[in-house]
């Protein structure tokens, strides 16, 4: 059975950097390489929204208002997905998910991370405090 534990999530000043982990569990190197993956993010009162993926060949997207200050990326030695926020804000300030998705080999699309709807596996989520 698949399992996803983020962590790194904490209390960080605005222009501040953090660095979230998801570590997975119940796949092989090799399946978890096929995996397209990614992070959501949900604020107080808002909806649930992604904000990276990456996919079997290391293709990314982001939404806009984070491109240039994160960066997906996976270790698959260690089955783990990264998120290295820099230059963070107040409007950063959420819990921040870890999801993989339903089927193998699917690809990142331009410009999209996708929706909820495409991930089948999600961590329990890790706090993100940015204070200004």
């Known amino acids: 059975q698949v399992q996803l534990v983020e962590s790194g999530g904490g209390l960080v000043q605005a222009g501040g950097s953090l660095r979230l982990s998801c570590e997975a569990s119940g796949y092989t190197r090799y399946t978890y390489s096929r995996y397209r993956m990614a992070w959501f993010r949900q604020a107080p009162g808002k909806e649930r929204e992604g904000v990276a993926a990456?996919?079997?060949?290391?293709?990314?997207s982001y939404i806009d208002s984070v491109k240039g200050r994160f960066t997906i990326s996976k270790q698959y030695a260690k089955n783990t997905l990264y998120l290295q926020m820099n230059s963070l804000n107040p409007e950063d300030t959420a819990m921040y998910y870890c999801?993989?998705?339903?089927?193998?080999?699917?690809?990142?699309?331009?410009?999209?991370?996708?929706?909820?709807?495409?991930?089948?596996?999600w961590g329990q989520g890790t706090q993100v405090t940015v204070s200004s």
């Open positions: 999801a993989a998705d339903w089927l193998p080999d699917r690809k990142v699309v331009a410009g999209r991370v996708g929706q909820e709807s495409d991930f089948r596996y």
């Open positions: 990456i996919d079997f060949a290391d293709s990314t």
